[in-house]
């Protein structure tokens, strides 16, 4: 029976090169028992590296035993177990399911290669559950496709090779291998939804029509091939609309409704941010998109903000302020900036455009946000000077960074606005210093992809 699931395991992974290495998400149970057995099988045929992780998250008074049990499974399989532990909220308002599936993910980032593959142990009735958990929030497509066979994370591949396999066909698996298993009391806990569908709702379903799951696995895949064509499409729009991370609204005007939704979700996406409800998509395109001229409209949800700035949409963090600090500054030493701003490096270069002179002993550099109010900036080749609020108009900088550009100073003087301009009398002619500033993206969200096992 191993053999024959294995051949189907197989059948399922890319070719591997010779640096291919695997880490399985391994907590003991019953499915990543026999995923991580499959795994040690294939490393071997194909001389591969691999690794196990188990994550505590401190939630059963067993999770020492499971260690344990893990510790002696990875050893009889000549497989190298990574433990971490991890520690939990109750009570700020996030769901310890939540909860411990993003610490699973942070955990599983730190540990991921260039090029790895992760497997988890999904299979065809976790498919089934997604599905339903789906339908559950009104999802759209790209949530009634489920739990995707392969995906790109962490700079390498997320593989979940047992998508095909019934749970009951791991268990007859399972109860053939020497190793045994843990059991997770929480798993019968009926108030997490998972567990509900999985021990109430699923199990009539089956009784019931007992192809469910492989009808829904079939359902979920015809969306996935679906929502693939929206997001080519939405790659074609966005290469008309986009510039940078802006969106312009002129471009978008004259799409379907339908066509224009499927390009914001796409930009709201690519840029690490939650994603909308169907309401607050409409009142973006309402409210901010369609706003007045002279309005400067704003609409929060989640941990993001969508302004308009010059015909333009930007996806920002919410109730931006300017940044007060100083921060001292040292050839070649990267600082972080505050306020999530990104980092900064000043380094020694011959030759470029754009240089600033080398200081000198007199002349003490630091990085702050803000000019005396009243003072007046030159930059290099104009031919008067500007307030900074004008020059910073004049450049199209959004209003909601103004304040949190950073400024190198030279001793009490402006020599440049990062990313703007040099002011006059701090170019260099030939050796001088670049001021490279790396900004800060919205923080990436985890994969759509059901519980780890």
């Given at each position: 029976m191993i053999s024959h699931l294995y051949s189907r395991f197989c059948q399922t992974l890319p070719v591997p090169e010779g640096s291919t290495r695997l880490l399985v998400a391994f907590s003991?149970?019953?499915?990543?028992?026999?995923?991580?057995?499959?795994?040690?099988?294939?490393?071997?045929?194909?001389?591969?590296?691999?690794?196990?992780?188990?994550?505590?998250?401190?939630?059963?008074?067993?999770?020492?035993?499971?260690?344990?049990?893990?510790?002696?499974?990875?050893?009889?399989?000549?497989?190298?177990?990574?433990?971490?532990?991890?520690?939990?909220?109750?009570?700020?308002?996030?769901?310890?399911?939540?909860?411990?599936?993003?610490?699973?993910y942070r955990c599983l980032t730190t540990h991921m290669g260039e090029g790895e593959w992760l497997l988890?142990?999904?299979?065809?009735?976790?498919?089934?559950?997604?599905?339903?958990?789906?339908?559950?929030?009104?999802?759209?497509?790209?949530?009634?496709?489920?739990?995707?066979?392969?995906?790109?994370?962490?700079?390498?591949l997320l593989l979940r090779p047992l998508l095909d396999i019934s749970r009951s066909e791991l268990a007859?698996?399972?109860?053939?291998?020497?190793?045994?298993?843990?059991?997770?009391?929480?798993?019968?806990?009926?108030?997490?939804?998972?567990?509900?569908?999985?021990?109430?709702?699923i199990p009539r379903l089956k009784a019931r029509?007992?192809?469910?799951?492989?009808?829904?696995?079939?359902?979920?895949?015809?969306?996935?091939?679906?929502e693939a064509l929206l997001e080519e499409l939405a790659e074609q729009d966005w290469h008309l609309a986009g510039e940078g991370e802006a969106l312009h609204i002129a471009a978008l005007q004259p799409l379907s409704p339908a066509r224009r939704n499927n390009l914001l979700r796409y930009w709201i996406r690519r840029q690490g941010g939650e994603m909308p409800s169907r309401e607050q998509l409409n009142r973006l395109w309402q409210?901010?998109?369609?706003?007045?001229?002279?309005?400067?409209?704003?609409?929060?949800?989640?941990?993001?903000?969508?302004?308009?700035?010059?015909?333009?949409?930007?996806?920002?963090?919410?109730?931006?302020?300017?940044?007060?600090?100083?921060?001292?500054?040292?050839?070649?030493?990267?600082?972080?900036?505050?306020?999530g701003l990104g980092t900064l490096l000043l380094r020694r270069q011959t030759g470029g455009e754009g240089l600033?002179?080398?200081?000198?002993?007199?002349?003490?550099?630091?990085?702050?946000?803000?000019?005396?109010?009243?003072?007046?900036?030159?930059?290099?080749?104009?031919?008067?000077?500007r307030r900074l609020k004008k020059l910073l108009q004049e450049y199209g900088v959004p209003s909601w960074q103004r304040g949190r550009i950073p400024i190198l100073y030279y001793g009490d003087q402006v020599a440049?606005?990062?990313?703007?301009?040099?002011?006059?009398?701090?170019?260099?002619?030939?050796?001088?210093?670049r001021c490279e500033w790396q900004a800060a993206r919205l923080a990436p969200v985890m994969p759509e992809s059901g519980d780890l096992d």
């Open positions: 003991g149970g019953l499915d990543s028992t026999v995923l991580l057995v499959l795994a040690a099988q294939f490393a071997r045929e194909h001389g591969l590296g691999l690794r196990a992780l188990h994550v505590h998250h401190g939630l059963s008074p067993h999770a020492d035993e499971w260690i344990a049990h893990c510790e002696t499974v990875s050893q009889q399989l000549a497989v190298t177990l990574i433990v971490e532990r991890v520690q939990l909220v109750r009570g700020n308002g996030e769901s310890l399911e939540a909860q411990a599936r993003e610490a699973r988890t142990a999904h299979h065809q009735d976790d498919q089934l559950e997604t599905l339903l958990l789906a339908l559950k929030r009104g999802a759209g497509l790209r949530g009634l496709a489920g739990i995707l066979p392969s995906q790109p994370f962490a700079g390498g007859e698996v399972a109860a053939t291998l020497p190793y045994g298993w843990v059991e997770d009391e929480s798993n019968r806990d009926v108030s997490y939804d998972r567990n509900f569908l999985r021990q109430e709702l029509w007992p192809a469910m799951a492989q009808t829904a696995s079939r359902t979920m895949a015809i969306c996935a091939e679906q409210e901010v998109a369609l706003a007045r001229g002279d309005a400067n409209p704003q609409l929060n949800w989640g941990k993001q903000s969508c302004r308009r700035f010059q015909e333009r949409l930007y996806l920002v963090a919410p109730d931006l302020q300017p940044c007060q600090q100083v921060l001292p500054l040292t050839t070649g030493e990267v600082i972080s900036l505050p306020d600033l002179r080398l200081p000198r002993g007199d002349e003490s550099l630091s990085v702050r946000f803000q000019v005396v109010p009243g003072t007046m900036l030159k930059p290099v080749g104009r031919a008067g000077s440049a606005v990062v990313g703007l301009f040099v002011c006059d009398g701090f170019l260099a002619q030939e050796e001088g210093l």
